[in-house]
Each structure stands twice: as C-alpha cells, then as structure tokens.
C-alpha cells in the first residue's frame, strides 16, 4: 500500500536549509510551504512580510518553498528514517487499498474526462498528457500497494 508521506525541515543555525518530502504521490502536485521567521532584528524592510493572523496585523521574514522528493536526490536525509529514530509510529493503516486507489484514479479520469468534454472543444495535447499521467501515476501507485518493488523512477 502507498505510504503516508512525511516531511522533514532541514536546519542549520537556525536558518532553513531544505525541505524534503517522502512518499509523495506522483499523480499530486508538490504543496507550496511557507516559510515564516518572526525574528526581524535586523531585516531590511524589502525582507520583511506584512500580513494578517484574523484582525491582528504581524510581520515577519516569509518565503514560499517547493520540498525537495527525497527520493529524487542520492545521499539525502530520509524524513520516514527520521520520524522512525524519533520512535514516531510510521505505521501505513490509513493507506489506501489498491482497489480504492484504483476507484479514485478512474474517478478522477471519469472526471477530467467530462470536464474535457464540457468545454465543447477538442482536446488538446496537453489534456491527453494530463490523462496519461493520471492514468501512469495512478497504476503505478496500485502496483506499489500490491507490493511491487520494481523502481519506476518517480
């Protein structure tokens, strides 16, 4: 079954050196992390964020990051070895089955599909792309939960 993913922010001095994800799903677009450091002794004021937390006006050192898939890089930090040395339960019981990863990657073709058709237009090159990476994605997440090791390259 596909695993949870897990994430790890990597530190030194106190200053974010990269943010790594495991177990990402293929089919999903990396999620956007924001960075905040509320710490602004000494920011310039082109370094400093305003913005708001409800009613209440705050500032702080702020920057958008993409995670790095650790599975991407050779040598680097394993989020799940981290949590796992930490004795965090890295147990997957929440993971889908293959049949409802299946179920949920017809329905999001299915979905696509109309969504295509509803726009009364041919589809374009890069609808038949998405659908292939819907469609690669989503078999090799169903072949991972039946326990295949083959590597696949994601």
């Known amino acids: 079954m596909p ?55 705050e500032e702080a050192i702020c920057r958008g990051e993409v995670p790095v898939l650790y599975e991407s890089v050779t040598d680097a930090l394993s989020p799940r070895a981290v949590l796992t040395a930490l004795g965090e339960s890295m147990d997957d019981e929440d993971a889908e089955s293959p049949l ?20 009364e237009q041919a589809p374009t090159g890069d609808d038949y792309n998405h659908l292939y990476v819907l469609a690669n994605c989503g078999l090799i997440d169903v072949l991972k939960a039946l326990g295949d090791t083959t590597n696949f390259g994601d």
Not at 41 to 54: P, Q, R
Not at 105 to 118: E, S
Request: hydrophobic letters at 40%; glycine letters at 6%; zero cysteines.
């Open 3 to 57: 695993r949870n993913p897990s994430f790890a922010v990597v530190l030194e001095g106190g200053l974010v050196q990269s943010l790594l994800v495991q177990d990402w799903p293929a089919q999903i677009p990396m999620p956007r992390i924001a960075v905040v450091d509320y710490d602004t002794e000494g920011a310039t004021d082109d370094e400093i964020t305003h913005f708001s937390i409800g009613d209440k006006p």
């Open 100 to 119: 409802t990863i299946a179920q949920s990657v017809r329905q999001t073709i299915l979905d696509l599909d109309a969504q295509i058709n509803a726009n």
